[in-house]
T-cell receptor, first 113, second 113 residues
Framework: KAGVTQTPRYLIKTRGQQVTLSCSPI?????VSWYQQTPGQGLQFLFE???????NKGNFPGRFSGRQFSNSRSEMNVSTLELGDSALYLC????????????FGSGTRLTVV | DAKTTQPNSMESNEEEPVHLPCNHS???????IHWYRQLPSQGPEYVIH???SNVNNRMASLAIAEDRKSSTLILHRATLRDAAVYYC??????????????FGKGTLLTVNP
């Protein structure tokens, strides 16, 4: 069974640009969450989508946004990139029932220069 | 956000059992206890989760205290491949079936040959 697929794996962007990251969840998983991981802050929750609706949002500025499509695939967008946005961005999918765990992708490594 | 407390690091020898502790004194009655682990350059990997009763799977066992204020992840026979950062997380009920994972710093497990 295919896992959670994130594309691209690596990305280098310039400060001020915007970026879009993609996540394809495991087939049948309707919940998709996004996390940011940095050495200083660790893993931080960005937002969660279920049936194309954002259900939960973490404490990140409005420059960070996302969406989910009808096939459960999700995209995350960061506008006006800052140097501090350099991080590993992880996507996780779940069946969305509270009794089930999350499956994480390998992440997209974003470097802002 | 409900918090968990874990030791920063632990060390074990190969083939020996490992008991990774976690305190979660502010846990609410509907929060599940999840454990994930993360190897270098990879996304977190689901290990196990539970609500009230002890749980076993092919990877590990989860022992939950009767008052649910603490839990212990048990690796029955540590291998070198078990060396990772282990996260104890509460899946907080943020309304209905919505929940999110709040990661702490985790425990870095070193396994000695």
């Amino acid at each position: 069974k295919a896992g959670v697929t994130q594309t691209p794996r690596y990305l280098i962007k310039t400060r001020g640009q915007q970026v879009t990251l993609s996540c394809s969840p495991i087939s049948g998983h309707r919940s998709v969450s996004w996390y940011q991981q940095t050495p200083g802050q660790g893993l931080q929750f960005l937002f969660e989508y279920f049936s194309e609706t954002q259900r939960n949002k973490g404490n990140f500025p409005g420059r960070f946004s996302g969406r989910q499509f009808s096939n459960s695939r999700s995209e995350m967008n960061v506008s006006t990139l800052e140097l501090g946005d350099s991080a590993l961005y992880l996507c996780a999918s779940s069946r969305a029932d509270r009794g089930y765990g999350y499956t994480f992708g390998s992440g997209t490594r974003l470097t802002v220069v | 956000d409900a918090k968990t407390t874990q030791p920063n690091s632990m060390e074990s020898n190969e083939e020996e059992p490992v008991h990774l502790p976690c305190n979660h004194s502010t846990i609410s009655g509907t929060d599940y206890i999840h454990w994930y682990r993360q190897l270098p350059s990879q996304g977190p990997e689901y290990v196990i989760h539970g609500l009230t009763s002890n749980v076993n799977n092919r990877m590990a066992s989860l022992a939950i205290a009767e008052d649910r204020k603490s839990s212990t992840l048990i690796l029955h026979r540590a291998t070198l491949r078990d060396a990772a950062v282990y996260y104890c997380i509460l899946s907080e009920n943020s309304g209905g079936s919505n929940y999110k994972l709040t990661f702490g710093k985790g425990t870095l497990l070193t396994v000695n040959p």
